[in-house]
């Protein structure tokens, strides 16, 4: 199980919280490890439920947990609950669901919240679960600053990438029903009517390995997206590169920003090209 930098820092959070009560990590621990960190979506969750930390730990307080020894399980290294080992074995199946590789708060959150165990229902009784979701574990839109952009400097080994050209479209149409479904495809058809294509592809033996694109969700202008990498070859630099294509053009076309339309993996982007999450109105 591959977990985000932000994951590691709420589970490190979750285990001093549950050191300070029952030493086992139960799931009320975990959503108190998310609240502890400020970044990102954590950060607009507190600002959004800014009494929600006092009401998890008075609850957490009040709850008599059983006796429980806990058991072991990486990444922890204290002792969980058996209920935590069903929230993070859940979490790890809603990335896969997602076809992603890093497991992140959002899923960790959405598996707390469909959660069977007793305790933690009564834990999170009462509380906003919808705007939670929204806020944690839904897909974000974020937005890039292009004024000071510049291309980085990428190594692409032997991928090759390059502008996607008419006589693609059958095989990266082919290519994006079979890695991710037929959801994009409306939007890649936009991009091939353009003069000049604002798709890029990544190949490796003439194979088509990932793309990326823009301007071509209904037609908007900014708007970066979808993007893809075959599940084989991910975390090789890939998507970085295809992104960063992407938004070396738009820069010269002039914009200002580049908007990432529902964003699965947030870090990456916040890491990749400095993204920053579009708060929800509160």
Known sequence: MKLTERTLRIIKNAEKEAEKTTKVVHPIHLLLGILLVRT??????????????????????????????????????????????????NANKLMKRHKQIYL?????????????????????????????????AFPRDMI????NYSFPDIRTNDIFFRRAEKNDVISLMNFIKEEFGNGWLDSLENGFLKDKIPIFIALGDKEILGFSCFDVVRHKKGLFGPMGTTH?????GIGYTLLHMCLREMKEIGYEYAVIGEAGPLEFYEKACNAVVIPKPM
């Not at 890039?144 to 004024?147: A, D, N, P, T, W």
């Not at 084989?232 to 090789?236: D, E, G, L, T």
Request: with cysteine; proline share 3%.
């Open 144 to 147: 890039v600053s292009l004024r």
């Open 232 to 236: 084989s070859k991910r975390v090789q």
């Open 40 to 89: 990102s979506v954590c950060a607009e969750l507190n600002n959004n439920h800014p009494d929600l930390w006092d009401k998890l730990n008075r609850r957490a307080k009040d709850i008599n947990f059983t006796n429980e020894h806990g058991i072991s399980y990486g990444p922890f290294t204290r002792k969980i609950a058996l209920s935590t080992k069903e929230v993070m074995d």
């Open 104 to 136: 992140n708060e959002g899923h960790i959150v959405e598996a707390i919240f469909s959660s069977n165990d007793y305790s933690t229902k009564i834990i999170i009784d009462g509380l906003d679960v919808p705007r939670i979701l929204e806020i944690v």
